[in-house]
């Protein structure tokens, strides 16, 4: 099989709809996005932009017609992620030391859920776990500590924080940050955070402690930008970082698969393409591939894969953006990309086509009126709680963690 037959449905990414986020007359950043994977009520599923006017703009994926505009934190917004069990709560986080839970059902004025996390907290990412029972954020470091704060998904109790792993160097003249937080896509109590103290942690949050939490420290020698979960059973894990280094451990044996060093140059020396930064990755399970995405300054973007001894272009994408792209969000399942950026151009460059959707009356979920269907719902709903009892030893270990600040968290 050649290369453009096996990257076949990679080169089937055609351009489709775009739309401008936020107000006509001010410049607006996307700094992350995120997608449901599914909607419950079967209609389109839904895309949240996080945007830098402190507002989470989510639009129709299908359509990019705008739904509505969440906004309720006085900071910089750091994430937005959608439940897994329930996509119809949408999760964001804050500098202004907070994380906000949104039920997309009801009105949209007022987050349902507050957490709150110790003191001075700055929170600059955050994740959920697998089955929606747990959240962590990460925070800006508070003298020489960096913060995990953990959270009872569904009584918004503070369960407890770690502050050991991430350590700063005395040779950085800024406080470093945790930059990311992911969980494993299938295993609630498998967490991952990256920082730009250069180390990748991984913990079991099962364990009673943070130091027997604690599985491996994975160091990228650079300030971390990107970390995720890759592999046909998510076992390895991917990082990017400021220099434009690309990594891929192996996560269980704690092992460098692959390595490239500022992937700019060698792609420049290839006579490739021109990169100037990379946007992040995505793993594409059809093709058991890890694609790194790189972009301009100009906006253009390229597709690569990673392989043992080089990084390979794949092809490059139609101009849509006219500035540098800050983010991207992968669906496996329709096989199709989003794109956001400094140009405030949201992106949908889809894959396969899309199959007719039986005719419906149910409503859109994050209608501000009740769905036509609620039996359905309130079935899905306790479908998920049920999920999350199988799951309840994670919130046991840890619901009798102390928060101390001197020490990281420990159980009484």
Not at 211 to 224: F, H, P
Not at 267 to 286: I, W
């Amino acid at each position: 099989m050649t290369t453009s037959n096996y990257f076949e449905s990679l080169t089937k990414l055609k351009l489709g709809r775009q739309t401008t986020v936020g107000p006509d007359n001010q410049e607006t950043y996307i700094t992350e996005l995120d997608a449901q994977s599914t909607s419950l009520c079967g209609g389109d599923p839904l895309v949240a932009a996080v945007c830098s006017d402190s507002a989470v703009h989510v639009y129709s994926k299908g359509t990019l017609l705008p739904i509505g505009t969440f906004q309720g934190h006085s900071d910089t917004l750091s994430g937005a992620r959608f439940g897994k069990r329930n996509p119809n709560l949408l999760f964001t986080s804050s500098k202004d030391g907070t994380v906000r839970c949104w039920d997309m059902r009801t009105k949209r004025t007022r987050a349902s859920q507050v957490y709150t996390g110790i003191e001075g907290n700055m929170f600059t990412s955050f994740d959920v776990s697998c089955n929606d029972s747990i959240l962590c954020a990460g925070t800006q470091a508070q003298g020489d500590d960096a913060y995990l704060i953990f959270w009872d998904c569904r009584s918004t109790n503070l369960l407890g924080a770690y502050k050991e792993s991430h350590s700063d160097d005395i040779t950085q003249q800024n406080p470093y940050v945790i930059q990311q937080v992911k969980f494993h896509p299938t295993k609630p109590a498998s967490l991952a955070t990256g920082s730009t103290d250069g180390l990748v942690c991984v913990f079991d949050i099962s364990q009673s402690s943070e130091e027997d939490a604690l599985v491996t420290t994975l160091n990228s020698e650079s300030s971390v930008s990107r970390i995720g979960w890759c592999g046909s059973n998510s076992e390895y894990l991917y990082c990017l970082t400021h220099t434009e280094t690309i990594l891929i451990w192996d996560a269980v044996e704690s092992s460098v698969l692959t390595r490239f060093d500022d992937v700019r140059e060698k792609l420049a020396e290839g006579d490739q393409c021109k990169v100037d930064y990379l946007v992040d990755c995505f793993y594409h399970s059809p093709l058991k591939s890890l694609v790194v995405v790189g972009g301009s300054f100009t906006g253009d973007l390229n597709l690569l894969t990673v392989g043992r001894e080089r990084v390979h272009k794949v092809r490059s994408l139609p101009t849509a953006h006219s500035g540098v792209v800050r983010c991207l969000h992968w669906d496996n399942k329709s096989e199709s990309l989003i794109t956001g950026g400094e140009d405030s151009m949201l992106t949908i460059w889809p894959g396969k086509e899309p199959r007719p959707r039986p005719t419906s009356t149910a409503t859109t979920p994050t209608s501000a009126t009740t769905p036509t269907n609620p039996p359905r719902m309130r079935r899905a709903e306790k479908r998920g709680a049920n999920a999350g009892d199988d799951h309840t030893e994670v919130t046991k270990r840890m619901q009798r963690m102390k928060v101390n600040h001197t020490r990281s968290a420990t159980v009484k």
